[in-house]
């Protein structure tokens, strides 16, 4: 997966502090490299490529949700 396909906060106008979303990048990124990998394995089940895809989907959509509450806190609020 490409490294820096990902925006900087500051670039998408977020008040994220720096840290915070350099580790949610990097799982990001960690999430896709993960499926590459697991590709790459003997198939064992026809289904299970979709069912581990639907289950990084899901966590991408996770921290996706996440960068969402920043961008736009009035319309997704940050529930703590």
Not at 15 to 39: A, H, R, T
Not at 58 to 78: D, E, F, H, N, T
């Amino acid at each position: 997966m490409k490294k820096d396909a990902i925006f900087s906060a500051e670039y998408l106008g977020m008040q994220i502090p720096n840290e915070q979303f350099k580790k949610e990048e990097e799982i990001m990124i960690k999430l896709g490299d993960l499926f590459v990998e697991f590709s790459k394995l003997d198939k064992q089940h026809p289904n299970e490529s979709s069912d581990f895809q639907d289950g990084i989907h899901k966590c991408q959509y996770v921290l996706g949700m996440r960068i969402a509450r920043y961008y736009q806190p009035s319309l997704i609020p940050i529930k703590k």
